[in-house]
């Protein structure tokens, strides 16, 4: 059983960037419900495909009596006519968008935003995006504050990017001879990232300089842990999602801070969407005493503990800090470190997502994530609609004189600090 993966609030405006080949929240199509109107034969297609479950998603429509498997072929056959008849751009129609279309509307309908179908190029990124791995050159991109272009913001430490001297502030114009100006960040992005040992010709201008140079693509594991050591031996660890990745990269930074003597510790999940159940609760493994980590209901009222033994408790003052933007993941980690009092919440009240989500293979290169649980939290506390309130109320404040400043960091720095002395 997977938590959602994908899952969010928008992110916080300020980090408006993009990873090549990263995952992002979700920015699905729209709403495409509108589109699913069916021309000519497709008409049987669909409705055909639809009968999901023997039947159970005809059953659903003709429950209440009012509408008749006739009658939704009949309204069908109504629209295709309609727009055989009248449609200005008929020569443009893409009926397999229209027949996604249906299946998107259909679970848009729920009316749950984490109930989603994902079309087969939805589906590789989301898949990708899951790993915390792809196949790209390894540098963050963002489009340039006047809109003019995509400037490079990071590049990974020892990825093709950094062979190829590509560095921060470079601005992309041109890839593989394709211009950037006029496209949205997404195609650059699709145009950057493909298959590993394959070559892609990046063009940038650096201090009025035009470059040319080639970077060959390899497999990158995104960064999704940062940490640092801070003043009076305070440990710092950023994370940024949950991924596959995510659980060997936090272990490594929580025992090199260790190593270096740490005596206090802040970990900062502000503007983190969340992430996989599994790392989360092996991450959780590293800090909890023994007990319940979280527990999953279903719609049958079946529960699952996940649980901890309680090896490796974390006895250190730590700080977890958090936003309007931790969620999912990003709560069941809170949630836990504050009802086992092993730590102080610091920040905001959190985003409020106390649901669980499974992605399921339709088996013909397309998934469906469904909504399949809630979870609650080592005491038993929901926080679906809530969120997990702050032991430390710190709301951010914008410092004009020092935009590098970060009262709330400050604020969990002194929380730790009190609990040290």
């Known amino acids: ?87 200005l751009y008929e020569d443009e129609i893409d009926e397999d968008a229209l027949i996604e279309g249906i299946y998107s509307g259909y679970t848009s309908a729920l009316g749950d935003p984490y109930t989603e179908y994902y079309d087969e190029e939805e589906t590789r990124a989301l898949l990708e995006s899951t790993s915390g791995e792809f196949s790209g050159i390894g540098a963050t991109l963002t489009l340039s504050s006047d ?20 560095q ?16 949205d960040l997404e195609t650059v992005v699709s145009w950057v990232k493909g298959e590993k040992g394959t070559d892609v010709t990046l063009s940038v201008l650096r201090d009025g300089e035009t470059i040319e140079t080639v970077a060959t693509r390899d497999m990158i594991e995104v960064q999704t842990v940062e940490s640092k050591m801070m003043g009076d031996n305070i440990g710092y660890i950023s994370v940024s999602e949950f991924d596959e990745v995510t659980y060997d990269q ?32 092996d991450m959780l493994r590293l800090l909890l005493p023994e007990g319940t980590i979280v527990s999953i209901r279903d719609k049958n009222g079946n529960t699952e503990e996940i649980t901890c033994d309680g090896e490796n408790e974390f006895t250190k003052p730590l700080a977890v800090l958090v936003n309007q933007y931790s969620a999912s993941a990003s709560e069941i980690f809170s949630g836990a470190v504050q009802d086992y009092g092993i730590g102080q919440i610091v920040g905001v009240t959190t985003y409020g997502k106390g649901v669980v989500q499974q992605l399921i293979d339709l088996e013909d290169g397309t998934y469906l994530k469904v909504t399949i649980a809630e979870y609650y939290t080592p005491s038993g506390r929901s926080i679906n609609g809530t969120g997990v309130e702050p032991d430390v109320q710190a709301e951010y404040e914008y410092n004009s004189e020092d ?11 002194e929380t730790v600090k009190a609990e040290m002395n």
């Open 403 to 413: 935009p590098q400043a970060d009262n709330q960091l400050e604020a969990a720095i």
């Open 168 to 183: 921060d502030g470079d601005v992309l114009y041109q890839v593989d001879g394709r211009d950037v100006s006029g496209q």
């Open 147 to 166: 809109g003019s272009g995509v400037t490079v913001v990071n590049v990974y430490k020892d990825s093709p990017a950094e062979k190829a001297g590509l």
């Open 250 to 281: 936090f272990s490594e930074a929580l025992s090199s801070l260790e190593n270096q003597g740490m005596e206090g510790l802040v970990i900062d999940l502000r503007n983190n969407p969340g992430g996989n159940l599994d790392t989360v609760t």
């Open 1 to 87: 059983m997977n938590e959602e993966w994908n899952v969010k609030a928008d992110r916080d405006s300020e980090k408006s960037g993009e990873t090549v080949g990263e995952k992002e929240p979700d920015r699905k199509k729209g709403n495409r419900f509108a589109a699913g109107v069916l021309t000519g034969a497709a008409v049987v297609l669909v409705i055909a495909a639809c009968v999901w479950g023997g039947g159970k998603l005809l059953q659903r429509s003709y429950a209440s009596g009012n509408v008749s498997e006739e009658d939704v072929n009949q309204k069908l056959d109504r629209i295709n006519a309609i727009i055989d008849n009248y449609y």
